[in-house]
């Protein structure tokens, strides 16, 4: 019974590149939901998904950055043109039900992708 | 604005030794309230979740308590072993924090030293 998998684990990208960070939920789950975390600071809640459908982006940058999650395989966060501030660990956390306000569901999440912008 | 503050930053103790992590919180709406462990390099894991009815909650040496008035809680580890050394996040749900409506702690970073 795989966990969230996240992959890569690391990831190094040069200024102006593009990065991709896949997110594969654990199994059954059908709603996957992305944060990224700086160093010293709390997780920050980018955007949450389920199959084929964006519920709710409010926390994703508007620019450069873009998130899916298709009908087969995994979900997708995709940083274009990448600059020295997305430096930062990515986690993707997947729960069965919405676990958000009122809702004692748990939130299962991987263990992040690390990325660093040279 | 919805904040969860943790305190202390970071805390070293001696192996065996037991200890208290704080987490105060200004959430509102407030849903429950999650403690989770994050381990170096890995992700988060949840130790306990407490509704608004619930003042104590233990997983095995972890005991978290809630006093929803005061808008604070409390994490306890008994007899702590090197395997607790780790970040532990507080997480108040209920405040619009993003669609999850989770507002996550900076947490505090735990050592234990034999």
């Known amino acids: 019974n795989a966990g969230v998998m996240q992959n890569p684990r690391h990831l190094v990208r040069r200024r102006g590149q593009e990065a991709r960070l896949r997110c594969s939920p654990m199994?059954?789950?059908?709603?996957v939901y992305w944060y990224r975390q700086l160093p010293e600071e709390g997780l920050k809640f980018m955007v949450y998904?389920?199959?084929?459908?964006?519920?709710?982006e409010s926390g994703m940058p508007k620019e450069r950055f873009s998130a899916e999650f298709p009908k087969e395989g995994p979900s997708i966060l995709r940083i274009q043109q990448v600059v020295r501030g997305d430096s930062a660990a990515y986690f993707c956390?997947?729960?069965?039900?919405?676990?958000?306000?009122?809702?004692?569901?748990?939130?299962?999440f991987g263990a992040g992708t690390r990325l660093s912008v040279l | 604005k919805n904040q969860v503050e943790q305190s202390p930053q970071s805390l070293i103790i001696l192996e065996g030794k037991n200890c208290t992590l704080q987490?105060?919180?200004?959430?509102?709406?407030?849903?429950?309230l999650r403690w989770y462990k994050q381990d170096t390099g890995r992700g988060p894991v949840s130790l306990t979740i407490?509704?608004?009815?619930?003042n104590t909650k233990s997983n095995g040496r972890y005991t978290a308590t809630l006093d929803a008035d005061t808008k604070q809680s409390s994490l306890h580890i008994t007899a702590s072993q090197l395997s607790d050394s780790a970040s532990y996040i507080c997480?108040?749900?209920?405040?619009?924090?993003?669609?999850?409506?989770?507002?996550f702690g900076k947490g505090t970073h735990l050592i234990i030293q034999p």
């Open positions: 956390a997947s729960s069965d039900l919405r676990a958000g306000p009122g809702d004692k569901n748990i939130q299962y």
């Open positions: 199994k059954g789950h059908s709603h």
């Open positions: 998904l389920q199959k084929e459908n964006i519920i709710d």
């Open positions: 987490c105060n919180y200004t959430v509102s709406p407030f849903s429950n």
């Open positions: 407490m509704t608004f009815s619930e």
């Open positions: 997480v108040v749900s209920g405040g619009g924090g993003g669609a999850d409506g989770l507002t």
